[in-house]
């Protein structure tokens, strides 16, 4: 078990813990999406008494997609912080100990390599006071047993008066999180709820507020690009190229603004407009097949008039009211059509509904009579 973790209780503690972690939020929007979907895979091939799990790299890479580089990378990222223990380490029959370099063969064949979940001893508030020094003075938060009398009553602010009479009450954020991220925002706040969907998607932007990102943003948003296609310029230009990357982490960003910026700038026309975005490109293609679907079909339809084709129906449907087209498909006798309305067994019913309903009612009546000729006597 590495240094200052213990064996995890559960695949669920295991991955809620990690992906809680600081460090990991601090990863890249890919390598967070790579390390998420590696660790789900080996929490999920884990034994649920002894949290050991052997998934093997062969099969990390098929079922992820993932080249063989980017899993080792990312085991070995866990690895190194001690979220995997390595119980016994991955070995062939040539380079295992005692069989003379595979000439010997020992019955084992390859052994997958056999690691535990960890997670660590610490609460999460000692890993934040570890990691962020400005909280190492907070103070503990501790719990004193209740006293028999009541806490001196002091003077409350009347500007301050509901604060200070519920600060038990948990304060409900003023901007959601949850913004769709193919909607278009108009107004202030959507806007500002809109930017904080983006600091929910994207942990670089989560270093600035909402109100500072929609300044920068509001180009963009005023032109009705969504959520998805800041998140989708910021990885890609406009001419869908991917941008490269230059950094492993989000720390090693010094002006985030400044990165925005770059990234963005490539989604500008030359006069400094935004051009269309990704949504409105897909849109304009959209409308223009259906445009062109609909011109097609009224230009069928004129040459159909053209030519004098008659849409008949078929000759089961012909009644009394299209004697023209009974006359085309040389129809002579119109078939009877059936009877239209409920039949005499469903109106034998209804009646005798109705017949006890009325004599339900004349009955309520007398006896609401006879009650008030005896209260009345």
């Known amino acids: 078990m590495p240094r200052g973790m213990r064996r995890a209780g559960s695949q669920k503690e ?3 813990t990690l992906k809680e972690d600081l460090e990991t939020l601090e990863l890249r929007c890919d390598g967070y999406a790579n390390l998420t979907r590696i660790a789900n895979l080996i929490a999920w091939a884990a034994n649920w008494s002894t949290m050991c799990s052997r998934p093997t790299i062969a099969r990390l890479v098929e079922v992820t997609g993932l080249s063989q580089a980017t899993v080792k990378r990312w085991v070995r990222w866990l690895r190194v912080r001690g979220w995997l223990g390595t119980v016994e380490e991955g070995s062939t029959c040539q ?3 005692g069989t003379a370099a595979g000439l010997l063969d020992d019955g084992l064949g390859n ?3 056999v690691w535990v979940l960890a997670v660590p001893r610490r609460s999460r508030a000692d890993r934040l006071r570890d990691h962020d020094p400005r909280c190492v003075d907070l103070p503990e938060r501790t719990s004193e047993p209740p006293t028999g009398s009541l806490p001196e009553r002091t003077r409350v602010d009347p500007t301050r ?3 200070e009479r519920s600060p038990s009450r948990p304060r ?3 901007i959601s999180p949850h913004w769709p991220l193919h909607a278009t925002a108009r107004t202030k706040r959507d806007k500002i709820a809109l930017c904080e969907r983006l600091r929910a998607e994207a942990p670089i932007l989560r270093r600035v507020t909402a109100w500072y990102l929609r300044w920068w943003l509001s180009a963009f948003i005023d032109e009705g690009w969504t959520a998805a296609d800041v998140l989708h310029a910021l990885d890609s230009r406009a001419d869908d190229s991917r941008w490269t990357y230059t950094w492993s982490s989000v720390s090693e960003i010094r002006h985030v603004p400044g990165w925005v910026r770059h990234r963005l700038a ?5 006069e400094g407009r935004p051009v269309a975005s990704r949504s409105q490109r897909r849109a304009a293609v959209d409308a223009a097949r259906r445009a062109g679907q609909e011109a097609r079909r009224r230009e069928w339809a004129a040459m159909r008039a053209a030519a004098g084709w008659v849409e008949a129906p078929a000759p089961d449907a012909v009644t009394e009211d299209c004697p ?4 085309v498909l040389g129809v002579t006798e119109v078939p009877e059509q059936p009877a239209v309305g409920p039949n005499a067994a469903f109106v034998a019913a209804r009646a005798e509904m109705e017949r006890r309903r009325r004599e339900k009612e004349a009955a309520e009546l007398e006896a609401l009579a006879a009650w008030r000729a005896r209260r009345l006597s």
């Open 324 to 327: 023209v087209v009974a006359a």
């Open 172 to 174: 409900e954020p003023r």
């Open 266 to 270: 490539a989604w500008l026309d030359g």
């Open 14 to 16: 295991w991955l809620r």
């Open 95 to 97: 380079f295992r100990k």
């Open 111 to 113: 052994r997958a390599a």
């Open 161 to 163: 008066t509901r604060e």
